[in-house]
């Protein structure tokens, strides 16, 4: 197994993880070693005392430890701190050509399914915790059996005191999951994450077979066929067009907008140009299109 860079908080989760890893490492079964990396999101004035906790962890297990501070301050929403915390886990990856573990379990599905629902998601949204560039072994396990595992093997951890504020949605939902959801509905959320992941993995081959057709190239850019797109319907024109938008860009749309994109794809005239994002629009010739940066003026 190459390098691991683990995610570690100081909470229950990423503690039975870190002493999962350290056997593993015993046992010659990541044979490049583990990096603890810690961030501290600059949220909470106690966070200081995880980052030292932390720190004395690696040390006694032997791991390397990297952390930084964000300083995003108490009014900071949970999604700017996972984009801030996942910017600083895959700068450390890249350097170290490394694969990031996290400490995702059961309840964590559940509780991001519900979210996503809560918001009005896609499909898409019921595929969460997915990406192929993490590793997380304790999607299995659900957050009984993890506390179950550190109280057994008496491993010590720090509680964090935002867990308990209702000013964040994972918190209420994470408490109504607590309270109305039995083990057998849980399970049945969960083989529904599964058979989504499934799906979106179907897709995805398809979508990659499709654009592969409908692609032309010169030496520094991709050209896709405009007919193409007013000959298919919505839901598969929205989800080619997510994937071009993607490796050309780095954008992802939401439905709404990749569907505005659809229909000016298919109506726009000969040289004009569809906005995509703040820095990228697309440039329409009349059987063709490409993407490029807006110019500065």
């Known amino acids: 197994m190459k390098k691991i860079v683990l995610a570690v908080s100081g909470g229950v989760d990423s503690i039975v993880l870190l002493a999962f890893l350290a ?3 015993q046992s010659q079964k990541i044979e490049q070693g583990v990096i603890v990396a810690h961030f501290d999101h600059g949220i909470r004035t106690d966070s200081a005392e995880d980052l030292e906790f932390v720190r004395d962890l690696a040390k006694k297990y032997g791991f390397e430890f990297m952390s930084e501070r964000g300083n995003l301050g108490g009014d900071a929403g949970e999604d700017s701190a996972r984009r801030a915390r996942y910017n600083f886990l895959r700068r450390i990856a890249t350097q170290e050509s490394a694969k990031i573990a996290t400490a995702h379990h ?5 509780e991001t399914v519900a979210i996503n629902l809560r918001r009005g998601t896609g499909w898409r949204g019921l595929a969460v915790l997915d990406s192929p560039d993490i590793w997380r072994p304790l999607l ?8 179950d595992y550190a109280k057994k093997h008496n491993l010590a951890w720090h509680e964090d005191s935002t867990n308990a504020n209702q000013k964040y949605l994972r918190n209420k939902f994470r408490h109504r999951i607590a309270t109305d959801l039995d083990d057998e509905s849980v399970q049945q959320v969960f083989n529904l994450w ?7 993995a179907d897709i995805d081959r398809e979508v990659l077979k499709i654009v592969g ?3 032309s190239q010169t030496t520094n850019k991709n050209y896709y066929q405009r007919y193409f797109f007013a ?3 919505q839901k598969t024109a929205t989800e ?21 994109i659809w229909v000016k794809l298919k109506t726009v005239q000969p040289g004009k140009k569809i906005p995509v994002s703040k820095k990228w629009q697309i440039v329409a010739s009349k059987t063709k299109f490409s993407f490029e940066k807006f110019t500065k003026r």
């Open 23 to 25: 056997r593993l490492s």
């Open 194 to 200: 599964q058979a989504q992941i499934k799906l979106k």
């Open 140 to 147: 299995q396990f659900d957050k009984s059996q993890i506390l």
């Open 106 to 110: 059961k309840n964590d599905i559940i």
């Open 213 to 215: 057709k409908i692609t």
């Open 240 to 260: 080619i067009l997510r994937y071009i938008i993607l490796q050309n860009t780095g954008e992802i749309l939401t439905r709404r907008a990749l569907c505005d």
């Open 231 to 233: 000959q298919i319907d």
